[in-house]
């Protein structure tokens, strides 16, 4: 049982991650979480020219920029005062392209230890389609 004072998702605490953050790569991206709960994170980005890579297609390193956000904000909820949770490796397997619409990412942990947290996220199109598979490695750090 927490203590009073630990920011877990049942407090309310989850909501301050839902839509997105002013002056962020998440608002550079578009990225808005539609959820935010301590056992599954979903957000969307768009897919627009300023998301493509030279070959007019969604970039990789959008889809980690997303991967990421999902699975940082998921290994936060729960933590105690006085921590905070920060990417340590991400990997990512980009699947089928996509060029324009949008993105939805799902977030699941698989490991929520004191120290490390691993997270996997799946990208998918508007069609369900998976656009991106990803493993993020956490670290949970003393502020």
């Known amino acids: 049982m927490p203590s009073p004072g630990d920011k877990r998702a049942g407090d309310g605490t989850a909501r301050r ?5 002013p002056d962020t790569l998440l608002e550079t991206l578009g990225i808005v979480v539609t959820r935010a709960d301590e056992d599954r994170v979903e957000a ?3 897919v627009t020219t300023r998301h493509h890579q030279p070959h007019r297609i969604l970039h990789g390193g959008a889809s980690v920029a997303l991967a990421e956000t999902v699975a940082s904000i998921g290994a936060s909820l729960g933590l105690p005062d006085g921590h905070r949770a920060v990417g340590l490796e991400i990997n990512a397997n980009h699947i089928r392209q996509v060029a324009s ?3 939805h990412g ?3 942990p698989l490991h ?4 490390t947290h691993v997270w996997q996220v ?3 199109d508007e069609a369900e389609r ?3 598979v990803s493993r993020c490695t956490v670290a949970i750090i003393e502020t």
């Open 17 to 21: 991650y839902l839509g997105t953050v």
């Open 122 to 124: 799946e990208i998918r």
């Open 130 to 132: 998976l656009v991106c």
């Open 101 to 103: 619409g949008n993105v």
């Open 44 to 46: 969307t980005m768009p």
């Open 106 to 108: 799902v977030g699941i």
């Open 112 to 115: 929520r230890g004191r120290r």
